[in-house]
């Protein structure tokens, strides 16, 4: 299930970005992409400020995808939805890997996700995340005594 993902149609068939990694960023901001992923990232980069405090990093051709999949259709004439848009818009910077596979995390973006010297990127199936280490240990551990199978139950029936 977690191996190979299937994308229907025309699209290719990849692999879902997954696992963590402890990442340094340079003393010009920039974070390398973890080695065994950066083929995902060949044809550029989109990263961004998300939802959570952290920032996402995604395939340059799969960001409009992933905006459009996740939010649908945002109107301009819905002020809930015109703020989200101009959020995700506004925070979301196009970029090319560096020959050794670095990508620039400008300063609003950093401020953001908290994130100074050390960052954390973990997979999260269509992109990467990016963020402060210490906020992912709370939120992980947060989530460990909640009680992940409690998580998944509530998901699972609100699903249902």
Not at 98 to 118: F, N, S, T, Y
Not at 120 to 137: C, I, S, T
Request: with cysteine; proline share 4%.
């Amino acid at each position: 299930m977690w191996g190979d993902v299937g994308y229907r149609g025309d699209r290719m068939q990849r692999r879902l970005l997954s696992g963590n990694y402890d990442c340094s960023l340079d003393n010009r901001y920039r974070l390398a992409v973890p080695a065994r992923l950066r083929d995902r990232f060949a044809d550029g980069v989109v990263i961004a400020w998300w939802l959570d405090p952290c920032l996402v990093l995604v395939p340059r051709l799969e960001w409009g995808p992933l905006v459009q999949r996740t939010f649908g259709e945002m109107s301009v004439l819905d002020d809930d939805q015109r703020e989200l848009s101009r959020f995700l818009l506004a925070g979301a910077f196009d970029q090319e890997l560096d020959k050794q596979g670095r990508v620039l995390l400008p300063p609003e973006l950093r401020e953001h996700a908290g994130i100074d010297a050390q960052a954390k990127v973990v997979g999260a199936g269509d992109y990467l995340e990016v963020w402060n280490p210490d906020q992912l240990a709370t939120r992980f551990a947060e989530l460990r005594k909640e009680g992940v199978s409690q998580r998944a139950k509530r998901l699972a029936s609100r699903m249902a």
